[in-house]
């Protein structure tokens, strides 16, 4: 029977999930001084983060992005 070696530690990671989301009324969506198109935006912003509980050390780890569309000018 193979054994880990007892020096080995366990891995203790935590993992935590969001997506927060929301909306963004914007008067002037192309930034013009005349004929002004105003929209709304949605907003999506996925991440993930990794987390170590070690106790002589720490790892942390974060990746993540923002996501927008306009809903009538969103091509």
């Known amino acids: 029977m193979n054994r880990l070696p007892a020096s080995v530690p366990a891995l ?3 993992l935590a999930l969001g997506l927060p ?8 969506i192309f930034a013009t001084r005349s004929d002004e198109v ?3 935006l949605t907003l999506f912003t996925p991440a993930v983060t990794l ?23 969103g091509d």
């Open 38 to 40: 105003d929209d709304i």
């Open 21 to 28: 989301a929301g909306l963004l009324y914007d008067s002037n």
């Open 51 to 73: 987390v170590s509980d070690w106790e002589r050390h720490r790892l942390q780890a974060r990746t993540g992005a923002t996501l927008a569309r306009y809903r009538d000018n």
């Open 12 to 14: 203790s990671i935590a």
